[in-house]
């Protein structure tokens, strides 16, 4: 069984350009996680999709960032017009279900962004 | 509000030394905590998931330890290896996962 696959593993854009960035999730999981990790920062979530639906949003920056995990195909997560600050670790995680004590989430290997 | 922290931020210890790392939370309403390794440039690899209702969970030469009262836990690594460098990172389940900054870890031969 596969682990959660991103890719691409490294991504670069220019000012202004659209990135997308894809996560499968591990065989059998139906709720997928994205995180961002910035420079020397911690991971922070930005948003939960099951199939076909975003339950949570609430780390999303309001503009520029979107997300989808359709009923077939991978989890996308989108950012349009990047800029410098974009530039990070997007990680993917997932889960067989949502919530609960003994739901552990699956990470995969990340997508390193750089906006030139 | 959730918040982690890890202290210290970086760590140097020498080959064969035992070593603590810390970890906070302020809430302590946790389904679980959970810590983990990224190597630089690398995913994140679990290590130990420890629920809300145990007090410790060990693997190897890893033990982990959870005070919710608290809101402590530490992960503990005896006889240290070049191998344990990494970036050790804490992360606390409520309703989402919030992780700590973590710690640099690195040791030395």
């Known amino acids: 069984n596969a682990g959660v696959m991103q890719n691409p593993r490294h991504l670069v854009r220019r000012r202004g350009q659209e990135a997308r960035l894809r996560c499968s999730p591990m065989k059998g999981h139906s709720h997928v996680y994205w995180y961002r990790q910035l420079p020397e920062e911690g991971l922070k979530f930005m948003v939960y999709?099951?199939?076909?639906?975003?339950?949570?949003e609430s780390g999303m920056p309001k503009e520029r960032f979107s997300a989808e995990f359709p009923k077939e195909g991978p989890s996308i997560l989108r950012i349009q017009q990047v800029v410098r600050g974009d530039s990070a670790a997007y990680f993917c995680?997932?889960?067989?279900?949502?919530?609960?004590?003994?739901?552990?989430?699956?990470f995969g290997p990340g997508t390193r962004l750089t906006v030139l | 509000k959730q918040e982690v922290t890890q202290i210290p931020a970086a760590l140097s210890v020498p080959e064969g030394e035992n070593l603590v790392l810390n970890c906070s939370f302020t809430d302590s309403a946790i389904y679980n905590l959970q810590w983990f390794r990224q190597d630089p440039g690398k995913g994140l690899t679990s290590l130990l998931l420890i629920q809300s209702s145990q007090r410790e969970q060990t693997s190897g030469r890893l033990n982990a330890s959870l005070d919710k009262s608290s809101g402590r836990s530490t992960l503990y690594i005896a006889a240290s290896q070049p191998g344990d460098s990494a970036t050790y990172l804490c992360a606390v389940r409520d309703d989402k996962i919030i992780f700590g900054k973590g710690t640099r870890l690195h040791i030395l031969p």
């Open positions: 995680a997932s889960s067989p279900q949502p919530g609960g004590a003994y739901n552990e989430q699956f």
């Open positions: 999709l099951q199939k076909e639906n975003i339950i949570d």
